[in-house]
């Protein structure tokens, strides 16, 4: 846009430079060949005046170099039956026809013109005066009127591309800032503002994107703060679950049950946390993966005893710190595991593999035939939804990674994420 607006300021002020320029540069030129003519003229006429005074040839001598042109040798005084007086630079022939014709005329001279004037004496002879203008004469001043000229057309040219470029430049930022601010917000900065600037219709955009932005803001806090409210009204069937649980005989079934209503508590209270946040504390959460994935293993472990499935943890040594907030970094780490534990039978092992270059879990099932369906929601197949997959997608994406669905190692299905775009190689193993 910028350099469109340059380009037309260019082509107009070209124009109407051009439109300009070359009548003046002609006109200039037209001027100084007036100029130069009136000049020979005006000292003719002065030597006229000499010659109907006294035509002696003596005086006429001292007439011619006493003007300008004389002393210069390009005045002569064309006497009959005496000669010329002067420098002359006319032919013969120009100079009988304007005596003839007794009109003034300017005639073709080597090196410029020779401009003629006739004048009767008083014993009746004619007499013709003639003043040489050579061609630098009639040029003289031109070629600087012309320099003067083109400057000034390049100053009037560069002044308008410069204006031009200077308002291009504000609907440029303008512009800019409002594409940034576009894809900051769909990237999730849910804070980004537009500061109106330029013309009228960029600042309705801008105050419109502002406005957007704050809808869309209020409206995702307002669904957060339902989905606070529904996880909060789970707490009363979790407490019934709770009762029936300590009510239960002593065993591992009824340990089993605890267990598993106060990991359910736990994650309630996490959930209603998170979601009470806020949009900006939420933008800015960061959760470790290796805290989250032990938390989860302790919950899945038990699962994992009861079926008979051989596990084993990979990595883990450093944290992992991802852009995700805590509660959806459990989801994910549940659908992955919760994956194993639905879509192969008992006794079928499982790997975990979590390092700075992501998360990876293995098992030795039957594997997953269309990983393109897998993640697609509502028809992955296998009795399965493809919503955990689903969710796996989305915070790799979010993570600055991507999702994958491969063959295992140890035979079965791979389902990971990648926050680099090698293929991490596992650190060394730390079984549990």
């Keep these: 846009m910028r350099w469109a607006l340059n380009r037309l300021a260019l082509a107009i002020t070209s124009m109407v430079a051009l439109a300009f320029l070359v009548p003046l540069a002609v006109a200039t030129r037209q001027i100084a060949h007036d100029r130069a003519l009136g000049d020979a003229r005006q000292q003719a006429t002065s030597l006229v005046t000499v010659l109907g005074v006294d035509a002696d040839p003596s005086l006429l001598t001292n007439a011619v170099a006493s003007t300008t ?9 064309h006497l009959p039956s005496v000669g010329t007086i002067g420098t002359s630079h006319a032919s013969a022939g120009d100079i009988s026809v304007v005596s003839q014709d007794r009109r003034s005329a300017v005639v073709p001279a080597p090196g410029g013109v020779a401009y003629l004037q006739p004048t009767v004496l008083t014993d009746g002879r004619t007499v013709v005066v003639e003043v040489y203008v050579p061609d630098a004469e009639m040029h003289r001043g031109v070629w600087t009127a012309w320099f003067v000229l083109g400057g000034l057309a390049i100053a009037l040219v560069g002044g308008s591309v410069l204006l031009a470029d200077r308002l291009g430049s504000v609907l440029v930022r303008a512009t800019r800032q409002l594409a940034q601010s576009t894809r900051r917000l769909g990237g999730g900065e849910l804070t980004t503002r537009v500061t109106p600037l330029g013309p009228r219709e960029l600042r309705d955009a801008a105050n419109a994107f502002n406005s957007m932005a704050d809808d869309l803001r209020s409206l995702l806090d307002k669904e957060r703060e339902l989905a606070a409210d529904l996880s909060h009204r789970l707490r009363t ?6 009762l029936d649980a300590e009510a239960m005989p002593p065993g591992p079934i009824a340990e089993r049950m605890r267990q598993a209503c106060d990991l359910l508590d736990e994650e309630l209270e996490a959930i209603i946390t998170g979601a009470r946040l806020g ?8 959760t470790d993966l290796v805290e989250v994935l032990a938390d989860r293993l302790a919950f899945w472990s038990v699962l994992a005893e009861d079926q008979e499935r051989p596990w084993e943890v990979v990595g883990g040594d450093v944290p992992v710190m991802l852009p995700v907030p805590r509660s959806e970094l459990i989801g994910v780490v549940d659908a992955m ?3 194993v534990f639905s879509h192969t039978p008992d006794g079928t092992a499982f790997r975990v593999s979590v390092s700075p270059d992501g998360l990876l879990v293995d098992d030795a099932g039957p594997g997953i035939a269309d990983p393109a369906s897998a993640v697609q929601r509502g028809v992955s197949g296998a009795g399965s939804t493809g919503l ?3 969710i796996v997608r989305r915070a790799a ?3 600055g990674g991507r999702m994958v669905i491969s063959r295992s190692p140890l035979g079965g299905a791979r389902v990971g994420i990648f926050l680099n775009a ?3 190689s596992p650190p060394p193993r730390r079984k549990r």
């Design 69 to 77: 042109a004389g002393s210069t040798g390009r005045l002569a005084v």
């Design 237 to 242: 069937p979790l407490t019934a679950l709770r």
């Design 279 to 286: 949009t900006e504390a939420r933008g800015q959460e960061r």
């Design 337 to 339: 595991l919760g994956n």
């Design 388 to 390: 955990g997959l689903d």
């Design 397 to 399: 994406e979010a993570s």
């Design 422 to 424: 090698p293929v991490p």
